[in-house]
Nanobody
Framework: QVQLVESGGGLVQAGDSLRLSCAASGRTFSRYAMGWFRQAPGKKREFVARITWSGGMTAYAASVKGRFTISRDNANNTLYLQMNSLKPEDTAIYYC?????????????????WGQGTRVTVSS
């Protein structure tokens, strides 16, 4: 079992940067692929980024590619999302999720564990 706790959200202006963190409990974090998802007001939750258990492969949604970077520190059981050049359309609640099967997928149904989310608001 893995428990996930996100932090680092807040209110920023367009063009600013934020780094989200996701602290994981349990000894199995390093074996799981991980992902970030987000849910904007009135919209469905959507995939943002994913990373393999080793950190050797990453992938991004087209809307964030080139601006966001996903990374992980397995020694400290932490997942990160560096967000640069933020836009108002990035406003959402951001969730980290663990994929115990390491499917390395964009499909949220394959993610077994979810954090409670951290809110990011980008003003224009």
């Amino acid at each position: 079992q893995v428990q996930l706790v996100e932090s680092g959200g807040g209110l920023v202006q367009a063009g600013d940067s934020l780094r989200l963190s996701c602290a994981a409990s349990g000894r199995t974090f390093s074996r799981y692929a991980m992902g970030w998802f987000r849910q904007a007001p009135g919209k469905k939750r959507e995939f943002v980024a994913r990373i393999t258990w080793s950190g050797g492969m990453t992938a991004y949604a087209a809307s964030v590619k080139g601006r966001f970077t996903i990374s992980r520190d397995n020694a400290n059981n932490t997942l990160y999302l560096q967000m640069n050049s933020l836009k108002p359309e990035d406003t959402a609640i951001y969730y980290c999720a663990a994929d115990s099967g390491s499917y390395y997928t964009t499909e949220e149904d394959f993610y077994d564990y979810w954090g409670q989310g951290t809110r990011v608001t980008v003003s224009s």
